[in-house]
């Protein structure tokens, strides 16, 4: 089974080039994964607030369930991506 680390890179080399929902989606639990609940102030600029919603949406999960959400989203679109 490989790690969240591996799976982080797995997706940062997928052939396709991802939605932007899609990423967002990524996002949010790799934000969380990493740092935990969203520790900044909502940005002005509208590609950074919709990177900021998608974390601060996911405040609350533990590091280790934000991790599992990010396995789970990759499962989720591999196919489509790879």
Known sequence: M???E??????KNFK?????????EFYGYYKQATVGDC???????????ARYLAWKSKAGLTLE?????YIE???????KYE
Do not use: R
Not at 6 to 11: C, D, L, P, W, Y
Not at 40 to 49: F, L
Not at 73 to 79: E, G, I, L, N, S
């Open 73 to 79: 989203v990759y499962k989720k679109y591999a196919a």
């Open 65 to 69: 369930d934000a991790k599992n959400h």
């Open 39 to 49: 520790n900044i102030d909502e940005p002005e600029d509208e590609e950074q607030k």
């Open 16 to 24: 396709q080039t991802v939605t932007k929902e899609d990423f967002l």
């Open 2 to 4: 490989l790690t969240f």
């Open 6 to 11: 591996e799976i982080v890179e797995k997706a």
